[in-house]
């Protein structure tokens, strides 16, 4: 559509407004739509152009944190390593470690390795920055448990249920106690 318009006569039951501009057999659209038109094509073409830009950045941007997880070979596969494949625990020699994240189910290369040499298998917490695929390592330090010990008190807590009902520790007890059971990597 041109700037010009519509042609009034092509538009069955149209009719031209009192007080709007006609070119010839043009009508001329309003100054409104033209200000609409223009916005729209600015915003399109920063999208287009910026778009990349932002994720580029995005993608190289470094996030510190912490993870838990396992220690693996870097042969070993996401499959094996959910599987907890006794591959993935096998000694490969001037092989890299991995970082086996199992609850986003994600591997990551080790920088510097240094740090990980001698934890092969073992269950540890890293701390450190994400950049990319890669978890550049500040200290490493080694899983002491997986849950609460044998008679300790559960922290308060509160969840939705599968049928969507709000749920604590004191609406769950009953008279003789609670067992409870939390499993987090479960592959649904």
């Known amino acids: ?12 039951g149209c009719k031209i407004k009192p007080g709007t501009k006609q070119v010839g057999p043009k009508l001329r659209l309003g100054a409104k739509v033209l200000r609409m ?40 596969t996401l499959d ?4 907890e494949a006794e591959a993935c ?12 994240d199992d609850t986003t ?25 994400l950049e990319g695929d890669t978890l ?13 010990a044998v008679g300790q008190k559960a922290p308060a807590f509160s969840a939705l249920d599968q049928f969507g009902h709000q749920q604590s520790l004191g609406t769950l007890k009953g008279p003789k106690g609670t067992a409870l059971l939390f499993f987090r990597s ?3």
């Not at 625990?89 to 086996?100: D, E």
């Not at 550049?136 to 609460?148: P, Q, T, V, W």
């Open 136 to 148: 550049h390592l500040a200290s490493l330090e080694m899983l002491a448990s997986i849950g609460l």
């Open 105 to 129: 189910r994600q591997i990551f290369a080790l920088d510097p390795q240094k740090a990980a040499v001698g934890h092969l298998g073992d269950a540890v917490t890293v701390h450190g920055t």
């Open 186 to 188: 479960a592959d649904w």
């Open 89 to 100: 625990t096998k000694s490969v020699p001037g092989g890299p470690l991995s970082f086996y």
């Open 1 to 12: 559509m041109s700037d010009a318009g519509l042609d009034p006569d092509d538009i069955p």
């Open 80 to 83: 094996q390593a959910f599987a």
């Open 37 to 76: 038109r223009r916005g729209l094509l600015f915003g399109a073409i920063v999208i287009f152009c910026f778009a990349p830009l932002a994720k580029s950045a995005q993608k190289d941007m470094t996030n510190p944190g912490s993870w838990s997880g396992i220690i693996i070979n870097s042969g070993c």
